[in-house]
Each structure stands twice: as C-alpha cells, then as structure tokens.
C-alpha cells in the first residue's frame, strides 16, 4: 500500500523562475547546441516550465574547444540576434565557462581569458576518468584572483565514488559544488544517481544547474519525478541557486 506521502512529483514544477548557472545552449560552439536554431527551441522548451534566466557556459577545454572571451560572446551575440529576428522577448540570457583544468587552465588563469560566473564565482570541471593532476593548484590560484572556484557535477567524476572522503578534502580546500539535476535520475547511470543523492544528503551540495546540452536531455529532465525527502533537500538549494546568480 503506497502513503500520500510518498507520492512523487515533478521536479520542473519546482523550477520556476530558477536562474540555470550550468548549460551548453549557445549556438555552435562546443557540444551543446549546433545552431541558433537548436538553441532557441531549448530556449522555448525551457520557458514552458518558467525558466528563463541563464547563465550559459559553453567548455573551454585545450584542444578540443579552445573557447575565449571573444568567441563565446560572438555566440552569445548570434543567439540575441536570433531571438530578435524570432520576436521572442523575456529571455536574460548571459555569458560565463565551463573551465577544463587541464595543461592550459594556469595560462588563461594568469591571461585574465576566464569567464566567471557573476563575477567572482569560476565553474570548473576535470575528466571524468580521472582527475586533474593540477586540481588543487589551480584551487588555490582561483583563490588569489578573488574567484570561488565551483566544481561542476562532482557526482559524476567515476573516480571519487569509491573514495567519498575526496569530496571533503575538496570542500576544505575551498571547492563549491554544483549538482547536475539530471543525476537525480538514472540518466547518466546508477552510479552517478547513488553518488548525487549521497553528496545531497552529506551537504556537499552548493549550487544546481541542468547541464542541458540538447532537447533529448532536456525531455529527460522533464519527465524526473522526485519524492518529498528529496524535494526537501533540493528546494532550498534551487532558491541559493537562484540568488546568488540573479
């Protein structure tokens, strides 16, 4: 016999007015959206459930998407020039990066080529095969440039899931983290799911984001139904999510 009380819901209709830190929706410019095309029909696919604030960070990864400042406004510019020939208003839409610590990570660093999230916050991510032999250099050296470096989906790094007390030591060396909303289903795997619930319910959790990349991701996402303890754990970081990033 099911309790009301274990009735789950959608976790969309908890998004509204959500401002998403984390997403691959400017056009042509990494893995995410291929054209302005894809991008607005994401942009459109989001607003149905009442989110329309972003802040889209596109990979700056050495030798795969050597993105700059100059390039991903230029995306960005293409975007608002498509919803205006589209008459489609609403949409804040700004601009930061998913930053791959890598051999060229220290060099952007120092170059000021970054791309913060409001300012001072930097979204950071590794391999997920491994980790980055400069993790807690680069940390520190975040730290002397007045950015809070933000570890982007730490539950899905295969590596830390069999030893749990990194994530610890990442926190006390002053790493904030930010939970993909897709790795509260099965989406990326079991393991990812497991990992996600154990850091919400450790308190690693800072910030959420989607990490939408395509409208196949986006589907995904709408169909996650939650139930009322995790509903509980989540909300308050939607809304910390929300505004710091507003």
């Known amino acids: ?10 976790l969309v ?22 054209n302005v095309e894809e991008s607005i029909a994401l942009l459109k ?33 293409v975007l608002e020039n498509g ?11 700004r601009v930061a990066a998913e930053h791959m610590i ?13 791309m913060p999230l409001a300012n001072n916050y930097l979204l950071i991510e590794m391999s997920y095969l491994q980790p980055s032999l400069n993790l807690l250099d680069s940390v520190e050296k975040i730290a002397l440039k007045k950015y809070y470096p ?23 060396k002053g790493l904030l983290m930010q939970l993909n909303l897709l790795s509260l289903s099965e989406y990326y795997g079991k ?8 850091l919400l319910q450790s308190g690693h959790i800072d910030f959420l984001a989607t990490d939408i990349h395509n409208k196949r991701q ?23 999510t929300t505004f710091n990033f507003r």
Not at 225 to 236: A, D, E, S
């Open 1 to 10: 016999m099911f309790s009301f009380f274990s009735k789950k819901k959608y």
């Open 13 to 34: 209709d908890y998004l509204e007015g959500f401002v998403d830190i984390h997403n691959h929706i400017l056009p042509g410019i990494d893995d995410g959206a291929k």
């Open 45 to 77: 696919a989001f607003a149905e459930f009442g989110v329309r604030d972003f802040i889209c960070t596109p990979h700056i990864m050495e030798n795969y998407y050597p993105n700059t400042p100059k390039t991903i406004n230029k995306s960005l510019a």
């Open 83 to 93: 919803l205006k020939m589209s008459n489609l208003n609403g949409f804040n839409i």
């Open 102 to 114: 890598d051999s060229n990570f220290e060099s952007i660093l120092e170059e000021k080529k970054t």
């Open 150 to 172: 933000i570890l982007a989906h730490p539950e899905r790094y295969v590596f830390l899931h069999e030893k749990k007390s990194t994530y610890s030591i990442y926190r006390k």
């Open 191 to 198: 393991n990812v799911q497991k990992a996600a619930f154990e």
């Open 218 to 240: 986006l589907k995904a996402l709408n169909e996650i139904k939650l139930n009322t303890k995790v509903l509980n754990q989540i909300v308050p970081i939607i809304e910390k």
